[in-house]
């Protein structure tokens, strides 16, 4: 079975500061792992994926993750905060059965102050 | 290009009445995925389809339907409406079934149930 935990549900960082996002996951087939973001009322669009490639992913709006195996981690990270990432983020863990079946974490609120 | 288009957006319904929401996906994708999301348990996965097959079946009652049609558009179906169903009913849209492929998503059937 698969499961992610968020650690965190409100994350709150100054304009400019850095952003960390902490995901840790299980699983017993080897996971494909993504972050996805919701802004209010609408619907969730991907930031960055894992699929076994590169350990360092990059994806959109500047954000990166790194995938440690031994950690079973996948934080999210942007190394300066804008205004307009604030939002809910959500890890998800995929991959087994070889379904497109996603487990989502909880979220994290990110709130970016002035 | 068009992206994930679920209707209707918004809807109030009864207990006990049913209901049937509607997805048409990105264009020349075949895989569609359902999710529910609330306040509580967040977002769960409800059914994969692809190609007009379900490939995999969150854990949800019975009450819980889906299919899809050979144009790909999708359509699930909750019958005897309980409180506990009102959520924010998500639709995804990939080009490949399986893992690896990136899930595009809707804004969501908001639904509420008195």
């Known amino acids: 079975a698969q499961s992610v935990t968020q650690l965190g549900s409100h994350v709150s960082v100054s304009e400019g500061a850095l952003v960390l996002l902490r995901c840790n996951y299980s699983?017993?087939?080897?996971?494909?792992l993504f972050w996805y973001v919701q802004y209010p009322n609408q619907g969730l669009q991907l930031l960055l994926k894992?699929?076994?490639?590169?350990?360092l992913v990059k994806g959109i709006n500047g954000f990166e993750a790194e995938f440690k195996k031994s950690e079973t981690s996948f934080h999210l990270t942007k190394p300066s905060a804008h205004m307009s990432d604030a939002a809910e983020y959500f890890c998800?863990?995929?991959?087994?059965?070889?379904?497109?079946?996603?487990?989502f974490g909880q979220g994290t609120t990110l709130q970016v102050k002035p | 290009k068009a992206g994930v288009t679920q209707t209707p957006r918004y809807l109030i319904k009864t207990r006990g009445q049913q209901v049937t929401l509607s997805c048409s996906p990105i264009?020349?994708?075949?895989?569609v995925s359902w999710y529910q999301q609330t306040p509580g348990q967040g977002l769960q996965f409800l059914f994969e389809?692809?190609?007009?097959?379900?490939?995999n079946k969150g854990n949800f009652p019975g009450r819980f339907s889906g299919r899809q049609f050979s144009n790909s558009r999708s359509e699930m179906n909750v019958s005897t409406l309980e409180l506990g169903d009102s959520a924010l009913y998500l639709c995804?849209?990939?080009?490949?079934?399986?893992?690896?492929?990136?899930?595009?998503f809707g804004e969501g059937s908001r639904l509420t149930v008195l």
């Open positions: 264009s020349g994708h075949r895989s």
């Open positions: 995804a849209s990939s080009a490949r079934a399986g893992p690896t492929g990136e899930l595009f």
């Open positions: 998800a863990v995929g991959g087994e059965g070889n379904t497109g079946k996603l487990i």
């Open positions: 389809y692809f190609s007009e097959t379900q490939r």
């Open positions: 894992y699929t076994s490639a590169a350990t």
């Open positions: 699983s017993s087939v080897p996971p494909y």
